[in-house]
Structure formats: structure tokens, C-alpha cells
């Protein structure tokens, strides 16, 4: 009697994930080489944000609204930035000096860092908080440069825009009813950026 070898089997979502190799030397000198040439200036952070949120329809402003929130409250909640969140800069509680600016330029590149970390995660809450972590770094740097802070006003103007649809958006993006901790996050806006 022949016995029929058990396939194993296929890796797919929910969890099975196939065996990573290790990257090659050569794929990783690649990685470093693109990472360098694609560096984004704070200058390009904003653009990029303010040009993303200026062309999304009505109901696109709200799923970007919902992730921008989403990343506040992960920032608030996990501590997976190592800095805590400039909220007295964003509450317009405190000027905008040199040592701020020092300080919020700090907290940008963390949150550089973080948004790599949610792109690599591989998972839909990952990118869902990506989307939302970039619209932050725009907004850090556009109050850290006076030059670049109309254009960051300018972007969350148009951003709460979104904001009857935040709740069906908040739904669609984390696949679950919002909580009352979420439904406070909803009503977040930074004064300084919208006064």
C-alpha cells in the first residue's frame, strides 16, 4: 500500500506566513542605497500630505481623517514612539521658539521611523495607521517651519472636512465598532493648526 505524502499547507493570510529568508547582502545594500535616495525633506513631507488630502473627495477626507486619529490615539495609547506626543505645541499652549522647534524637528524623525515600522508590519492596521502617521510628520514639520506652516493650516482646513463621515470611515479602516475612547478621539482637532 502506497501512502500519500500530508501536503503541508499553502501559506496565505490569517496567519500562515511563509518562511522568510534572510535578505542577501547584495538586497540589503540595495535597500540602503533606495532609502538614502529616497529620503523625503521636510519641505516634501508636507507637499506630499497637502497635495494627497487637497484631491481626495468628500468621503476620502473622512478615511483620511480616521486614520490621522487613529495614529494619534496609537501615539497616545502604545507609546511606540519613543517621544511623547508635542500636544502643548499642537493645543497652542506654548510658543514656538527655538527649543520647540528643536523638539518638534526631534519628534518628526521619530515619527519617520514609526511610519517605516507600520509600512514593514505588513498588516491593514499597520498601513491604516501609516496613512494617518504620514499626515502627522507634515503637520510636525509645518509647525517647526514657520515657512511651511500656512501650507500645513491650509491642509487640516480641508482635512476635517471629512469629518461627518469619521465614524462609517472609522468602521471601514479598523473593521469594528468604534469605542467611546475612539468616539473621543473623533472630536480632536490642533488648535494651532486650525485657529
Known amino acids: 500500500m502506497i501512502r500519500k505524502q500530508v501536503e503541508k499547507p499553502v501559506p496565505k493570510l490569517f496567519g500562515l506566513h511563509p518562511r522568510r529568508k534572510a535578505p542577501s547582502v547584495m538586497d540589503q545594500i540595495r535597500r540602503r542605497i533606495a532609502k538614502v535616495l529616497n529620503q523625503k525633506t521636510p519641505v516634501k513631507h508636507v507637499a506630499l500630505a497637502s497635495r494627497r488630502i487637497a484631491n481626495a473627495y468628500r468621503t476620502e477626507l473622512a478615511g483620511i481623517f480616521a486614520t490621522v486619529l487613529l495614529a494619534k ?48 508590519s505588513g498588516t491593514p492596521l499597520g498601513y491604516a495607521t501609516a496613512q494617518g502617521v504620514a ?14 506652516t500656512p501650507e500645513t493650516r491650509r491642509m487640516w482646513t480641508h482635512l476635517v472636512k471629512g469629518e461627518e463621515g469619521i465614524e462609517e470611515a472609522f468602521k471601514l479602516v479598523i473593521r469594528r465598532e468604534p469605542s467611546d475612547m475612539d468616539r473621543e478621539y473623533f472630536k480632536y482637532r490642533p488648535k494651532a493648526l486650525l485657529g
Do not use: H, N
Not at 86 to 110: N, T, V
Not at 135 to 148: E, H, K, Q
Open 73 to 120: 490615539k496609537t501615539f497616545d495609547a502604545t507609546r511606540q514612539v519613543d517621544i511623547p506626543f508635542p500636544d502643548k505645541y499642537f493645543e497652542a499652549d506654548a510658543p514656538i521658539d527655538a527649543a520647540a522647534r528643536a523638539e518638534l524637528m526631534k519628534y518628526g524623525a521619530a515619527l519617520e521611523t514609526f511610519l517605516e515600522q507600520c509600512e514593514e
Open 135 to 148: 499626515v502627522w510628520i507634515a503637520s510636525v514639520y509645518g509647525l517647526a517651519i514657520p515657512d511651511l
